[in-house]
């Protein structure tokens, strides 16, 4: 296929979102109905571009000397791009049901549809200057979804958020312009391209660039300390938060990372340094600070926000071990992560959306009432444990035997810290449960009585992510073999 | 130290240069600073013409036959010097229409009080 | 030697002659003689220009019939002819863009002198630009400030007045300095065009005399500039001086004036003092510390500002620290990178000035935080250009912002030991730029209920919506295809040497 | 592959799915209920004893992957058919039992529920034939039972719940922290009597995961610090439940213990290690605390915990001076303690519920209410305090002369010295029961002694049990023989 194409899904929604911010549609139905086919047709057209890859890569134009936009689809771009085309049209489903009570509806779903696009250019960039346009860009569209309720706390939130991203990414262009600098061939490359003979004797900048590089990248994935914005952004409408905690923003931060590490700097020239340790430590304080104050947070959506915060890290963690096997085991809880996480948020999102209900205190008893939430929210709990027959002991799995790869003292804390923090998710995720299911005698249950399960829009998604959860819990070999083959650089 | 006795012209002139520049920014008062600004300027041109001058020749000027460009003291600063007054008289000229519409607006010289009643009238 | 070879000069006697003739026309013919002088001068640099870049090398135009070192003569390089074609390029569309406002605010009986004013800064700037002889640049400095008091205090109110006051004080003692600078040079090299006294200074660097004198001179020529320039610690006018007057005007002063003195700097120290000497004496390093602490504290004093027009004028500080901070860098990867964002800048700057023009009209004529609520949505193409030229500004790929920042970071590389710095600094200003632009941006989006404001009936001022596209433009263009534009800085740096 | 190996999961599903589908059934008539429950446990009882009667080292099922390294894997060996046997008698005798006591509690129906469950659960327990499984069916017997401890729902019912979970979790995860050290050394984790690694002086990093593991399993069998749970959730837990967590639950523990250090680990790596006299050191201390904790306490049923706690560390303490003799005898105390434990609990129960009596002090001539019960009440705990000729005599024994033996410095003899102690103290709270319970004293008013004895459904497991207890300590030759035989395979 000639690799123009890779430019189609990238522009589809992008311009079907434009429209529709030009020419509203009024009629929701009729609405939801566009949106939905364009998003399906572009999941499609991703699937079918995955199937059939272009050979070379699709060379756009150049913004100056050494910054060449190109695209590609490398077996990293089809992993994420493919996880991120696979849970969209479930999310905007679910948005549909969600929005319906919202103001400004075209708005949002004008600038849900362009996320996509811009995600998917993330995934396809075929170099770091091309990555970190659209890099940018997702923070940029994603501004008006945060900010959609225009409420004072949303408002502040989105500058939070915007300043966090900015920042990020002022620090992340640091290490690219670094890179642009200093490397053979600007495109990535599995395993590095970094022209260590010009900077042999500067390797200290060049390791701290990387860790600017890393921090600035890790701002999106929600880092200790960059990571403040993350739970504030859970002011925004559900299915924003799910794909921002979930799939687009978090995730590509992650991916960035991934890039930045396995793709430009190259592991051999980090593996053992100063660089290493500083990331793995950072990656570890995230991950217990994440989990345990997701224990002490009350707030429904704000607690899984800081499951995401640990979370994520985890991947970090696994990159930061810098070595095939990490790279396995990060992309795997990338997307184990990615379907356990938009379920948990759904069945907030759901819990919110049927019954304004937003702290943990007030849910006593809804099990009963909403059965199929609390299943796919238990589910995806007991998975964020990492209880074993779930997809998240599977990634978990993999992350450990990352780290215990080279038996080194920081990694049997690390393994340590993924218990401990796996004992809080226990803790935060399950307390949950109990009190859906087992209230205390002398609730009342005539407040919570009258409520039920959303319908079908909502709880379709929930159904198949729970599903897909317990299916990869049981049998998780054929993913892991398509992860090995990219680790491994055979796609 | 012999050169301070020799040029003693340009000791002049940069002491008259710090006065006047002092005077242009710290004055309070708008034709005290226009006078400041003046005394810079006549300080460069002093400066100037100092530098121009040769000891013991004529101005060139030339009076009975010319003689060779040995009796003639350099030309070129007295050409600077004129060309400076003319910009400075400009921009003299333009801080007093400045200060007339100042004073207009605001009935006093003193650029505290300007700066006070400014104050005043945008809150 | 070829017709094309005369343009420069035709275009500085072509401004001069207009500012005169304006003298005696009103207002309207004033504008048209203005324009058609602009674009014409557009028209002549650009072929300049083409000429130039053709023939490779730069040349001296001799005026009036004395060959140097006695007679006047300008000098014409690649990067002049570029910077001439930017400046009237920027001049136009700012003239354009802010039309409508010149015809409300500047009362009738001040029109002609308004556009008398903007043919002398015109003329004044082609002149700075292609000088080559120090004191003409000093006569077309004095000039240059004459004109641009002129057009603070056109909108004769009383803060315009005071702030006027200020610009003058300010850059008074600036030129001032600048001639003491200069008399000292010709005292030592006797010289005044630059090729000449260039000669003469190296053989003075060479034996390692006047070392002392040499350098007060580059003290004081750089101070003076810094000082008209606006550069960090001797900004204070600055605000007051773009914040008040008419748009264009403030696009003007902010876009084109300051920048003609930092051009002049750039070519004093290439083409007399020699860029290598600038480096030993340790001015760079000087400049490099004013320019990054101006990026901090300009942002800093923007973001504490609640009227948004203040708010750009403080965020032109910031933007010349960034200039300077190229200049410290000591590189020429720096200078080229401090060059391409005089351009870039400017771009920016004139198209942000405009756009809150546009956006104040319809927010009762206020420009303070609050009553820009929701402005964007009231004026969409004035939103719009706001928010590119923010976008611009924070560095988003795409825009020119983000080839300045990224040449001024690789060119940071090469700097030794200032890299480090520059790097953070760069990103820190990054995120400071963010606080107090997309702030604004997301303000400026924030549905308000219908009562807030009455409906506006914008009188679609046609050629104001088509200079702030042409800028939009400017800006994406700039950023898509920086390249021909940093090779021609390139190769008119060369030209100095 | 014969289809006897599937049936191996036959006593592990049937409960679970009967379980899960008396959720959804309606019976007319609790005796119906009932019925079905005894049918099924009746069933369970007859297949593991079927299972029990195969020929040593047949039955493996080893058909399910989840990814290359986790194997869900099912082997019965000797141990497996003891602790499974084990399970579903006591099952069915407290299932039997509990028919009486559950008519004056509250959603029965979910109670049973949960017992079949957990009821599988542990008989996959004693089946599974490597870590992973072992882990997994760890966690869901901590999940499963939760319920059973929260039943009534008051709120200290919920909060013992969730202590419960989160020591359990706790637990778990410190065993996974060993799992995932050991499968890093590279070894197949399938259970081999006398240890898969079994190397002398091996690193530090792995004997520190073994000590994880026996205080992580130690959490279920309550031995210091990890036994804080116990003590709360047993009282809470209505009668039949809480015999069944101290009689079988406690026993998981053990059994993961000895899985973890006899079958995986092997003694003799641990043998005169840190981990081994540690071991000790906690298990005397926590029978030592337990017993004095029982003698101070005044509620009947959590003195009865205490009591479990310390007699559990009976076995642990015979587990840990790795002697086969005192290996025997702490296999022999698993049976004797579980068989004890629960005749005391159900008789407890059988108080509680016939005269709502709770405190010690309340017991003053209960004798003369309830004769048959009390007999049993005091029989086995004549057994318990180890007179002879009783059972837990016989393990008492053989446990102290290991001791003696084990040749540890300076521990074996005291732990023997702790044990006596612990025997007197154990004579100390519970006989002081049944001597006020007979001898009420003069004061005590024959006039209005009203018969509370239970029926014949909750007086016939009790009896048995008892029977069993008293016949086995005199007649223990045949149970000797088989532990011998373990002993002498793992050692």
Redesign the interface.
């Known amino acids: 296929m000639p690799s123009y194409f890779i430019l189609v899904p990238i522009l589809l929604p992008v311009i079907a979102g434009i429209l529709l911010l030009v020419f509203p549609i009024e009629d929701a139905r009729k609405r939801n109905i566009c949106i939905e086919i364009i998003v399906v047709i572009n999941t499609l057209l991703v699937l079918w571009l995955l199937t059939h890859r272009p050979s070379e890569s699709f060379y756009m134009f150049s913004l100056g000397a050494r910054l060449p936009l190109t695209l590609n689809v490398d077996g990293l771009a089809m992993f994420f791009a493919g996880l991120v085309a696979c849970l969209w049209p479930l999310a905007s489903l679910y948005a549909f049901e969600y929005m319906k009570h919202e103001e400004r509806v075209n708005t949002f779903m004008a600038f849900y549809t362009i996320t996509y696009g811009v995600t998917l250019g993330v995934a396809f960039a075929g170099n770091i200057i091309t990555m970190y346009l659209f890099y940018e860009c997702l923070t940029m569209v994603t501004l008006p979804l945060v900010i959609h309720t225009m409420t004072r706390e949303a408002r502040k939130a989105t500058r939070q958020y915007l300043y966090y991203m900015i920042g990020g990414t002022a620090f992340a262009f640091i290490a690219i312009v670094f890179y642009s600098l200093f490397c053979n061939d600007i495109a990535f490359v599995l395993g590095g391209n970094l022209n260590l003979a010009a900077i042999s004797n500067h390797m200290d900048i060049a390791l701290l660039v990387y860790v600017f590089g890393f921090f600035g990248f890790g701002v999106k994935a929600a880092i200790f300390p960059f990571h403040g914005w993350l739970p504030a952004a859970s002011v925004a409408p559900t299915p924003v938060t799910a794909l921002l905690h979930a799939v687009a923003v978090v995730k590509s931060g992650a991916f960035a990372i991934m890039r930045l590490t396995y793709y430009c700097f190259g592991t051999e020239a980090l593996h053992g340094t100063w660089a290493q340790i500083v990331v793995l430590i950072a990656a570890l304080i995230t991950i217990t600070y994440g989990s345990t104050l997701g224990v002490r947070e009350t707030h429904f959506k704000r607690r899984l926000a800081y499951s995401t915060i640990s979370n994520l890290s985890y991947i970090l963690l696994a990159v930061a071990t810098m070595s095939p096997l990490g790279l396995i085991a990060g992309l795997s809880h990338m997307v184990v992560h990615a379907i356990m996480k938009i379920s948990a948020f759904f069945c907030a999102g759901a819990v919110m959306h049927q019954t304004e209900k937003n702290y943990i205190y007030e849910l006593d008893g809804l099990g009963f009432e909403m059965p199929v939430t609390f299943v796919a929210l238990f589910i995806s709990g007991l998975s964020l444990m990492g209880m074993p027959l779930f997809a998240g002991f599977v990634s978990k799995w993999n992350i450990v035997h990352a780290l215990l790869e080279h038996e080194s003292m920081l990694g049997y804390i690390s393994v340590l810290v993924l218990l401990y923090s796996g004992l809080m998710t226990g803790i935060y995720m399950l307390t949950i449960i109990v009190r859906a299911w087992f209230p205390h005698v002398g609730y009342h249950k005539d407040l919570v009585e009258d409520f039920k399960d959303p319908n079908w829009l909502m709880k379709g998604p929930l159904v198949i992510f729970s599903v897909l959860t317990v299916v990869i819990g049981f049998y998780a070999q054929p993913m892991l073999d398509f992860i090995q083959k990219i680790a491994t650089g055979i796609y | 130290m012999g050169s301070f006795a020799t040029n003693y012209e340009e000791i002049a002139a940069v002491l008259l240069?710090v006065i006047?520049?002092s005077n242009?920014?710290f004055q309070p008062n708008?034709l005290k600073?226009i006078i400041g600004?003046d005394i810079?300027?006549a300080?460069?041109y002093l400066?100037?013409a100092a530098?121009g001058y040769i000891e013991g020749r004529t101005a060139p000027i030339v009076v009975d036959g010319i003689l060779d460009a040995s009796h003639y003291i350099n030309p070129?600063?007295a050409g600077?010097v004129l060309?400076?007054i003319v910009?400075s008289v400009?921009?003299s000229a333009?801080?007093m229409a400045?200060t007339v519409?100042?004073y207009r607006?605001?009935h006093t010289l003193n650029?505290d009080e300007?700066?006070m009643?400014?104050r005043k009238?945008?809150d | 030697m070829a017709f094309v070879q005369n343009f420069p000069f035709f275009c500085i006697i072509l401004s001069m002659f207009s500012a005169i003739i304006s003298f005696v026309m009103n207002g309207r013919i004033a504008k048209y003689i203005h324009v058609a002088m602009v674009t014409a001068v557009l028209i002549l640099s650009l072929a300049t220009l083409s000429f130039v870049a053709g023939t490779g090398e730069s040349y001296t135009f001799m005026m009036g019939h004395f060959p140097a070192p006695w007679g006047n003569e300008i000098r014409i390089g690649e990067l002049e002819a570029l910077m001439a074609v930017f400046f009237s390029l920027i001049m136009m569309l700012s003239v354009f863009g802010g039309m409508a406002h010149i015809d409300r605010e500047v009362q009738d009986s001040k029109k002609n002198l308004f556009y008398i004013l903007l043919d002398l800064l015109m003329a004044s700037l082609l002149a700075l630009i292609y000088t080559n002889d120090l004191?003409t640049a000093?006569?077309f400095i004095?000039i240059n400030?004459?004109a641009a008091?002129?057009l603070i205090?056109i909108k004769?109110q009383?803060?315009t007045?005071?702030s006027?006051?200020r610009y003058?004080?300010m850059s008074?003692?600036g030129s001032?300095l600048f001639?003491?600078g200069l008399?000292l040079l010709?005292?030592i090299t006797g010289h005044?065009l630059m090729s000449p006294a260039k000669e003469a200074l190296d053989q003075i660097i060479a034996v390692h005399s006047y070392q002392v004198p040499l350098m007060v001179i580059i003290i004081l020529v750089t101070v003076g500039l810094g000082i008209k320039s606006g550069l960090y610690p001797f900004h204070t006018w600055i605000p007051d001086a773009y914040g008040y007057t008419t748009p264009s005007a403030s696009a003007i002063l902010s876009s084109l004036v300051s920048k003609g003195y930092i051009f002049l700097l750039i070519k004093i120290f290439y083409r007399v003092l020699g860029f290598d000497s600038i480096i030993s004496s340790h001015m760079v390093n000087i400049l490099f510390a004013f320019g990054v602490i101006g990026m901090i504290m300009g942002s800093v004093a923007a973001i504490k500002e609640r009227n948004i027009r203040r708010m750009t004028a403080y965020s032109s500080v910031a933007q010349i620290g960034y200039i300077y901070m190229g200049l410290g860098l000591g590189t020429t990867a720096g200078v080229v990178a401090a060059v391409f964002h005089i351009i870039s800048h400017g771009v920016m700057k004139s198209l942000l000035f405009l756009s809150i023009s546009g956006l104040t009209e319809v927010s009762d004529g206020r420009s303070d935080y609050l009553s820009l609520r929701g402005a964007g949505l009231r004026n969409r193409i004035a939103g719009a250009a706001f928010t590119v030229g923010s976008l611009s500004m924070i560095g988003m790929p795409l825009l020119t912002g983000f080839i300045s920042k990224y040449l001024f970071a690789s060119a940071a590389t090469t700097a030794g030991n200032k890299m480090i710095t520059a790097w953070v600094v760069l990103a820190i200003s990054t995120v400071l730029n963010t606080m107090y632009f997309m702030r604004t941006v997301l303000t400026l989006y924030r549905p308000v209920s219908a009562e807030v404001h009455k409906e506006y009936t914008l009188e679609k001022s046609k050629i104001e919506r088509a200079a702030i596209i042409g800028l939009i433009l400017l800006n994406i263009g700039l950023g898509v295809a920086s390249q021909p534009v940093i090779k021609a800085i390139e190769a008119g740096l060369a030209m100095f040497g | 592959m014969d289809i006897n190996n599937y049936f191996l999961i036959f006593p592990v599903l049937l409960p679970i799915f009967a379980g899960v589908l008396l959720m959804f059934l309606k019976f007319g008539k609790r005796e119906h209920m009932q019925l079905y429950i005894l049918a099924i446990l009746i069933v369970d009882l007859a297949s593991v004893g079927w299972i029990a009667l195969q020929p040593e080292d047949t039955l493996t099922l080893s058909q399910f992957f989840i990814a290359e390294g986790l194997h869900v894997f099912f082997h019965v060996d000797m141990l497996s058919k003891i602790f499974s046997v084990l399970t579903a008698f006591v099952w069915l005798m407290v299932g039997i039992a509990s028919f009486e006591y559950m008519a004056h509690e509250k959603n029965e129906q979910r109670f049973y529920c949960f017992y079949l469950v957990v009821g599988g659960v542990l008989s996959a327990l004693a089946f599974s034939g490597n870590l992973l499984t072992m882990y997994v069916f760890y966690e869901l017997m901590t999940l499963t039972s939760m319920p059973l401890v929260m039943h009534n729902l008051s709120h200290e019912a919920i909060m013992a719940g969730l202590k419960y979970l989160f020591y359990s979790v706790a637990g778990a995860f410190m065993v996974l922290f060993g799992f995932f050290l050991f499968n890093a050394e590279g070894r197949v984790l399938y259970f081999s009597p006398g240890g898969i690694i079994n190397e002398a002086n091996p690193p530090g990093i792995m004997l520190f995961a073994v000590f994880l593991m026996i205080v992580g399993f130690g959490t279920k069998a309550g031995m210091f610090p990890m036994h804080g749970w116990l003590p709360t959730a047993h009282p809470v837990a209505p009668a039949p439940a809480s015999a069944v967590l101290s009689g079988v639950i406690t026993k998981a523990g053990v059994l993961g213990i000895i899985r973890s250090v006899y079958y995986v680990a092997g003694p003799d790596m641990i043998k005169g290690t840190w981990v081994q006299y540690t071991w000790i050191i906690l298990s005397i201390l926590t029978i030592f605390m337990g017993s004095m904790m029982a003698y101070k306490e005044k509620v009947l049923k959590k003195r009865l915990a205490y009591s479990t706690v310390s007699q559990v560390s009976y076995i642990l303490f015979g587990l840990s001076v790795m002697q086969p003799v005192a290996f025997v005898g702490a296999l022999m105390h698993v049976i004797f303690h579980s068989l004890v434990k629960n005749t005391l609990f159900v008789s407890a129960g059988a108080i509680i519920c016939k005269t709502g009596k709770t405190k010690v002090r309340q017991l003053v001539g209960i004798g003369k209410e309830m004769p048959v019960t009390m007999w049993c009440f005091t029989l086995v705990s004549l057994t318990l305090v180890g007179i002879p000729p009783t059972s837990a005599f016989v393990s008492k024994w053989y446990l102290i002369s290991g001791a003696l033996d084990s040749g540890v410095p300076g521990l074996s003899w005291i732990g023997p010295i702790v044990l006596l102690i612990s025997a007197l103290l154990t004579a100390g709270y519970l006989l002081t029961i049944s001597i006020k319970a007979f001898l009420p004293g003069e004061d005590y008013n024959y006039a209005k002694l009203v018969n509370h004895e239970p029926t014949w459904r909750m007086l016939m497991p009790m009896i048995v049990m008892t029977a069993l207890a008293v016949i086995l300590g005199i007649w223990p030759a045949g149970l000797m023989k088989i532990f011998a035989d373990i002993a002498a395979s793992v050692l």
């Open positions: 240069f006047g520049m242009l920014v708008l600073k600004l810079m300027d300080a460069v400066f100037l530098k070129v600063p600077l060309t400076g910009v400009s921009v333009l801080m400045l519409c100042l607006e605001y650029i300007i700066m009643k400014l009238e945008e | 004191f000093y006569v004095e400030t004459i008091c002129g205090m004769k009383g803060r007045y005071v006027a006051l003058m004080i008074l003692v001032g001639l003491i008399t010709y005292s005044l």
